[in-house]
């Protein structure tokens, strides 16, 4: 009897522990979910120094593009058709942010 009763003892703080990593292992997949999203909204600003933006000009203000050959006035990143205003970002750079003031020699107009 005694036995008994010690057993059913160790058996609850057993079992609320295993509840207890059970719940916390459901949130893993959650807490990676925010992370990608974080990192999606966050995007790291592209460098006028990146060896592709480089190679097309990119200047991060109008100042600064209104000296490159080729370019318009009024073209801006914002106004790019590959511009994606949900995160600063543009098509041709995927893991950066450009600045919506910027413009490269890749500008394409939206479609009217
Ligand atoms: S392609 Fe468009 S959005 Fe991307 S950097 Fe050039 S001007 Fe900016």
Request: glycine share 8%.
């Amino acid at each position: 009897m005694f036995d008994k009763s010690l057993e059913r003892e160790n058996r609850g703080p057993s079992r609320r522990r295993f509840l207890q990593l059970a719940a916390a292992s459901a949130l893993i997949p959650l807490l990676n979910l925010t992370g990608r999203q974080v990192r999606a909204d966050g995007l790291p600003a592209l460098e006028e120094s990146n060896p592709i933006a480089l190679g097309l000009a990119y200047k991060t203000t109008q100042e600064a593009a209104k000296s490159v050959e080729g370019y318009e006035e009024g073209r801006k990143c914002e106004n790019c058709a590959l511009y994606t205003p949900d995160n600063s970002g543009c098509r041709l750079f995927p893991a950066n942010s450009v600045a919506p003031e910027g413009w490269c020699k890749a500008w394409v107009p939206k479609p009217s």
